[in-house]
């Protein structure tokens, strides 16, 4: 019993029963006096999010159909990023508002979109992956800002290589990518790419160094790079404004007045307001603006204020960034290309802001006896095929609009790359009879038929877009 004053005593006996006990049994009396209401909280959460996605596969992602649509651009179109986040800005009309009882009971679930490029042993291609219900606006985004653009339905590519490993023909590496710093901080946009080395700005697409990777891919060898992005609502900008006062909160605090400049200013203001009632005036008159204190932030936060303010001034969504490496065991070489995509996302760091970083990579160092290596490159592959954007307790990032046309756009004319597919042709008829030179794509066309949906088969070459 501890004695306070005013005849005040804290009763400790609990305590020092509580502490003596042994562990087994302390752990027991925690639990009864309260814990068990977080572990029964922790259930309820794990139970509800169990039966939404049970009620999600029973009752509505079973009905979707996924459509991949490859897309030529022609090869001296020039359009800017801004095109592409123009098209991004189209696809936010996607959202969907799911209340509780949609998604719990009906199983809704938002849809969302995988926009694309593969390598397929050095044929290099942009893909965008949709459900049938948004292909229509997949196409009317893309043509609104590429009109003579070449949209095509070709088969799912990543059913050519296997689901399981350890594999006797193929092996694989892949990265996830995530934001090192909170979402509200954005990355190194395509506008800041911008150099005036002369009386004419200066682009250095930052598309050039992310297709270089895919420029080296050899026979048997594919480098696949899928963006997930799922339209969400405004809540994220939230934690933005909470970010920007915090800054400027500590802006305040660390440059605000010292002990002695708020002695001075409290006699300062007293023989002011003397003056005022000596020779007229209202007292209290000025005494605000006095005493407001001043913000002074330095260049660098100011900037980063300022960034911060125009990514959620833009339309966001939820992301998530992978690449995949895959080839024949005989040619298996992930540094050809893997350390050189991770590098060259490092081009969207920027100091103060924010960075695209690897939070989980397979190992290729391993041998195929090792069973972690093989069970993270079988949920690798797994989830980079589904195009699921949850792995890892990482549920997606948010990127805006702009940030999304940085890392996903069609490259200006001046990028050189090797057998990168566009479309050489105007949306018209040819003359009869004209003979036509075709570049054949690995990746075969979907056709459907009047009676429902043909199996997939490799057109001739006279149907592709040529180069």
């Not at 833009?314 to 065991?329: C, D, E, M, P, Q």
Request: net charge negative; proline share 6%; hydrophobic share 40%.
């Amino acid at each position: 019993m501890l004695e306070l004053p005013f005849g005040l005593a804290i009763d400790w006996s609990f305590w020092d029963w509580f502490i003596n006990l042994p562990l087994p049994q302390a752990a027991m009396a925690l639990f009864a006096l309260g814990g068990w209401v977080l572990l029964a909280y922790f259930f309820f959460q794990a139970g509800a999010e169990l039966w939404a996605e049970y009620r999600e596969k029973a009752k509505y992602t079973k009905n979707w159909n996924w459509v991949l649509l490859a897309v030529d651009i022609p090869a001296l179109f020039i359009q800017t990023p801004k095109a592409v986040e123009q098209v991004f800005a189209h696809l936010s009309g996607a959202l969907s508002h799911i209340d509780v009882a949609q998604k719990f009971w009906q199983g809704k679930k938002q849809k969302w979109f995988s926009f694309e490029i593969v390598s397929i042993e050095g044929y290099i291609q942009f893909l965008v992956r949709t459900e049938a219900e948004y292909r229509d606006l997949i196409e009317a985004s893309i043509y609104a800002q590429y009109t003579e653009a070449e949209i095509t339905e070709v088969e799912d590519y990543v059913n050519n290589i296997p689901d399981k490993y350890p594999n006797a023909d193929y092996d694989v590496m892949g990265a996830e990518f995530t934001l090192a710093e909170n979402n509200a901080y954005p990355i190194r946009t395509y506008p800041e790419f911008e150099y005036n080395l002369s009386k004419d700005a200066v682009f250095s697409d930052p598309m050039a160094a992310i297709l270089e990777n895919f420029s080296r891919i050899g026979q048997g060898e594919n480098l696949w790079m899928q963006m997930i992005i799922e339209p969400t609502g405004n809540h994220w900008k939230e934690e933005g404004i909470e970010l920007v006062k915090e800054l400027m909160g500590n802006a305040k605090h660390s440059h605000g007045p010292s002990i002695v400049d708020h002695v001075l200013s409290f006699f300062h203001s007293i023989g002011k307001e003397l003056l005022l009632g000596l020779f007229g005036g209202e007292p209290g008159e000025g005494y605000e603006s006095e005493h407001e204190e001043k913000v002074v932030l330095s260049p660098g936060m100011k900037d980063t204020v300022k960034a911060v303010e125009e990514k959620i001034g833009k339309v966001g969504f939820k992301s998530k960034i992978r690449v995949l490496y895959a080839a024949k065991t005989a040619v298996f070489n992930p540094s050809r290309c893997i350390e050189g995509f991770i590098g060259s996302m490092s081009q969207f760091h920027q100091q103060n802001r924010n960075s695209l970083v690897p939070y989980m990579t397979t190992h290729a160092h391993y041998d195929s006896s090792h069973r972690k290596s093989n069970r993270l490159k079988n949920t690798f592959v797994k989830m980079f095929k589904k195009r699921k954007m949850r792995w890892k307790q990482c549920n997606g990032y948010i990127l805006n609009i702009e940030e999304l046309a940085t890392v996903w756009h069609f490259p200006l004319p001046f990028v050189k790359t090797p057998l990168l597919q566009k479309a050489g042709h105007k949306r018209a008829e040819a003359p009869p009879g004209l003979p036509v030179e075709s570049t054949e794509s690995p990746l075969k066309r979907r056709l459907a038929s009047p009676a429902g949906p043909a199996p997939v088969v490799e057109a001739p070459p006279e149907e592709l877009p040529f180069g």
